[in-house]
């Protein structure tokens, strides 16, 4: 069994920042992907960002140059440094860990961006 957590979410104005934060824990061997999507009311989860074990990333259009993903290996650990957000950012935030092949979520944490 894998848990995955998120942490760092909250209320910030327009142009601000946040950093989100992700551990995963239990039964694992070794984490290939981890990432970050989110989901706005009434939209579909969509992919913000993600990090594969050897370090490559991939970011959405919306938010590259603004945010930032990296991760620990050795912690199962990854974060989300947000800069310049944008009242659009405004969603809840998923991370997930993907452990041989199988994508295990958080619980999601809300970040909500006022303009």
């Known amino acids: 069994q894998v848990q995955v957590v998120e942490s760092g979410g909250g209320l910030v104005q327009a142009g601000g920042s946040l950093r989100l934060s992700c551990a995963a824990s239990?039964?694992?061997?070794?984490?290939?992907?981890m990432g970050w999507y989110r989901q706005a009311p009434g939209k579909q989860r969509v992919l913000v960002a993600a990090?594969?074990?050897?370090?490559?990333?991939n970011y959405a259009n919306s938010v590259k140059g603004r945010f930032t993903i990296s991760r620990d290996n050795a912690k199962n650990t990854v974060s989300l440094q947000m800069n310049s957000l944008k009242p659009e950012d405004t969603a809840v935030y998923y991370c997930?860990?993907?452990?041989?092949?199988?994508?295990?979520w958080g619980q999601g944490t809300q970040v909500t961006v006022s303009s």
């Open positions: 990090i594969a074990s050897g370090g490559t990333t």
């Open positions: 239990g039964s694992i061997f070794s984490v290939s992907a």
């Open positions: 997930y860990a993907s452990v041989s092949s199988v994508y295990y």
